[in-house]
């Protein structure tokens, strides 16, 4: 009960936050490189992210894929986080449960405002310094 999160531990839950994050923002992100390396106009990639985003011309699939591989993402990081901490019995996991909520809600909230941070605000002020339309999508006007 006493114990501390040790720096490596916290890194490795970071990693899960993150990487659910970026994973969600996946609908996004392709048009924003694809326009940043010179690889597609800016009509190209706002037709790629209204079809991925919206789920314009059959994409509909696209980003309740992407919300699913997102959690599933956060909940096997978590589960492999808990068994690398030697909580890998029912009976363990019974002993912390406490610690085990309290560490999931924690995740699982970094994970959404991540998501919020990185989607809604560092990928748009991009797309929109690339002259990508989406001003609509700020958070702020």
Known sequence: MGESVSSSD???LWKVIGGSAFLASMCCFPSIVLVMFGLASVSTATALSNNLYWGENGYWWFRPAL???SIAFVAVGLVL??????I???DEVRRQRQRIINTSLIVATSSVLAYT?????ILT???I????PWESSRLWK
Request: with cysteine.
């Open 129 to 132: 310094a690339l002259d990508l």
């Open 81 to 86: 986080y808990f068994r690398k901490d030697g």
């Open 10 to 12: 916290a890194k490795s």
């Open 88 to 90: 890998c019995s029912l």
């Open 67 to 69: 919300t699913l591989l």
């Open 117 to 121: 941070l990185v989607n809604f605000v």
């Open 125 to 127: 002020e991009i797309g």
